[in-house]
């Protein structure tokens, strides 16, 4: 079964909107950690925000915040006030606890497109 | 100057050749990933090390093994490359939890296009 399962293989919005890129994750642990990573056309991979899973708040990074939905085992992206420099390939990743190797499972991306 | 580094950044190689990326780091970092990137397929975890001593196969290690030479260096080895192995791939590190408050956090390093002829 997928750990990390995101469903938008691409996703477009207009600057200045806000959008939400969509991540359901599955595992029987309760301690675990959900990160959203960029992927410029350039490569590299960028951190953009972290959810623990005991965290009582949505975590919130400037314009980008996690809507964490623990029981519906759901981390979305919000990103508001698109810019154009925020086209890229997005990825949820989760952690899982250490005594289960602290492994990382990411999902298959989200394509952002954002239109001027 | 980057924290993690790998080399090279770009490669082309025939089928059948032996292959070795390195990677290494200034972070300090104990735990070493390597990954690989396919379209459509995210990352997928390849090795793992948590020390010099500590190996671990991840979901897609067999045609690949790996030696961690240091803390700082961590090498994914191609014995006999195949063309199903030409994608991106990553080195990452990553710190306990404690120390930057974001959980294992995964720094990557900027990635190593493999082209398998």
């Known amino acids: 079964a997928q750990k990390i399962t995101q469903t938008q293989p691409g996703m477009f919005v207009q600057e200045k909107e806000a959008v939400t890129l969509d991540c359901t994750y599955d595992t029987s642990d309760p301690s675990y950690g959900l990160f959203w990573y960029k992927q410029p056309s350039s490569g590299e991979m960028i951190f953009l925000i972290y959810?623990?899973?005991?965290?009582?708040q949505n975590a919130t990074e400037g314009r980008y915040s996690l809507n964490f939905q623990k029981a519906r085992k759901s981390a979305n992206l919000v990103i508001s006030a698109s810019q154009l420099g925020d086209s890229a390939m997005y990825f949820c990743?989760?952690?899982?606890?250490?005594?289960?190797?602290?492994?990382?499972?990411f999902g298959t991306g989200t394509s952002l497109t954002v239109i001027p | 100057d980057a924290d993690v580094t790998q080399t090279p950044r770009n490669r082309i190689t025939k089928t059948g050749k032996r292959i070795m990326l390195e990677c290494s780091q200034t972070?300090?970092?104990?735990?070493m990933y390597w990954y690989r990137q396919d379209p459509g397929l995210g990352l997928r975890l390849i090795y793992y090390?948590?020390?010099?001593?500590?190996?671990n196969k991840g979901e897609i290690s067999d045609g690949y093994s790996v030696s961690r030479q240091a803390q700082a260096k961590f090498s994914l080895s191609l014995e006999s490359a195949i063309p199903n192995q030409t994608a991106l791939y990553f080195c990452a590190t990553s710190e306990p939890a404690g120390s930057s408050g974001r959980g294992y956090e995964q720094f990557f390093g900027p990635g190593t296009r493999l082209t398998v002829l």
């Open positions: 990743a989760m952690r899982e606890p250490p005594n289960t190797g602290n492994q990382f499972y």
């Open positions: 959810q623990g899973s005991y965290d009582q």
């Open positions: 090390s948590f020390d010099v001593k500590d190996i």
């Open positions: 972070k300090g970092h104990d735990r």
